[in-house]
């Protein structure tokens, strides 16, 4: 049997930087993971200089090897109505393609990986954790995602009593000839929002990667609303025809829209088995990394007790208390939404949109680049 003291169920970005904090730390750590590397990923796939910084990487260097479309605004509208422009005027995100990102953060964690090995049992031990029957851990990390199994181990019930946000996207390729036929300007992304104002679709370049979908809270018709705004693009000319409308499924939850819990004996959750992307938004990539580098370092503080009872959920509370600091309290996904009429949303978010303070300090400068927030949490060093 295979023994490490701390145990990482996924290797995306919440799990590599969990990793990487504790390999830092001198703790012996293995990710497990269901995937091979480099292995597709559905998400938007932007970034704030916020989350680079956390990691300690250098954009320019990781330029150099990997996609990165620097972000200088976003083109927003409510679907159907005339699109606003905000434009900072300079690099206030990147596009990244997560199928290179993820495997990039997984070589740098410095941690064992077992790829390719899906967990089909979890079962306590008396000093830990075994999994698959071949593995023993001391503490185990759920860093698997919306369906991760050791947020199912500990109580989650995706898709029974958790309030999720559904989301259909593709990612495409472009050829040569596709990629000047496209209209659309990569330091550009573009966001149609729903009246309700609780999902939007997009249409993202990067470089010669396109990323297209549609997220909302209500998961009924999704893949006909998916579709008819995509259409809509493809009629437009600004898209080739040749792109597919292909899309695939996920789910997520949003800060505090779920009841999962971030720690308990011997465990923590990180990322979206936690429950934690960014109500506004969803995005996730940074609450990802984040929750990562909390986990690793309220780990490396209980180690250090060194008595038996290091790993309880008493010694790791202090995670949960860092998370809800960082993260503010759970109101739950759009709370202050929910105070409003229904009837008088789309009027509010029509208005909303069309002031042009309110599109680029709020909407985009608060809810999509969370520019009003630090970025005390690092692993420290630059990498390159």
Not at 15 to 38: K, M, N, Q, T
Not at 194 to 207: A, E, N, V
Not at 215 to 240: C, D, K, M, Q, W
Request: glycine share 12%.
């Amino acid at each position: 049997m295979e023994t490490c003291e701390v145990l990482i169920v996924g290797g995306g970005p919440g799990g590599s930087s969990c990793a990487a904090y504790l390999a830092d730390h001198g703790i012996d750590v293995l990710i497990v993971d269901r995937a091979r590397f480099p292995r597709t990923k559905l998400c938007a796939g932007w970034v704030t200089p916020a989350v680079f910084h956390a990691l300690g990487i250098d954009p320019d260097h990781y330029s150099e090897r990997h996609t990165l479309q620097p972000i200088h605004g976003f083109r927003i509208a409510i679907m159907g109505r005339r699109p606003r422009q905000v434009d900072y005027g300079h690099p206030v995100s990147y596009g990244i393609v997560r199928s290179e990102f993820d495997t990039d953060l997984l070589e740098r964690s410095g941690a064992r990986v077992r790829s390719g090995e899906p967990v089909q049992s979890i079962e306590r031990a008396r000093s830990g954790w075994v999994v698959n029957g071949t593995i023993h851990a001391n503490v185990i990390v759920g860093a698997g995602g919306h369906f991760c199994p050791v947020a199912r181990a500990l109580g989650a019930k995706p898709g029974r009593g958790e309030h999720a946000v559904y989301a259909r996207e593709n990612e495409y390729s472009m050829n040569e000839e596709e990629a000047r036929a496209c209209e659309l300007q990569g330091t550009i992304p573009e966001l149609h929002f729903s009246p309700d104002l609780k999902g939007y679709g997009w249409c993202f370049r990067k470089d010669r990667y396109l990323n297209y979908g549609l997220g909302h809270e209500v998961s009924a018709n999704l893949p006909r609303r998916t579709t008819a705004f995509f259409e809509r693009y493809r009629a437009s000319g600004r898209i080739p025809d040749t792109i597919p409308a292909r899309f695939h499924g996920h789910a997520y939850l949003l800060y505090g829209s779920g009841e999962r819990p971030f720690v308990s004996d011997r465990a923590l959750l990180v990322g979206d088995a936690a429950g934690l992307a960014y109500p506004q938004s969803g995005e996730g990539i940074r609450t990802a990394v984040e929750s990562g580098l909390l986990a690793g370092r309220a780990i490396a503080a209980a180690r250090g007790r060194g008595d038996g009872n290091s790993y309880s959920a008493e010694r790791l509370a202090p995670y949960a208390t860092e998370l809800r600091r960082r993260f503010g309290a759970p109101h739950g996904a759009n709370y202050w939404l929910k105070r409003l009429p229904q009837s008088l949303l789309p009027g509010i978010a029509g208005k909303l949109l069309t002031t042009p303070w309110f599109a680029r300090e709020i909407l985009i400068g608060r809810w999509f680049l969370a520019r009003h927030e630090d970025a005390s949490i690092e692993r420290g060093g630059t990498q390159h």
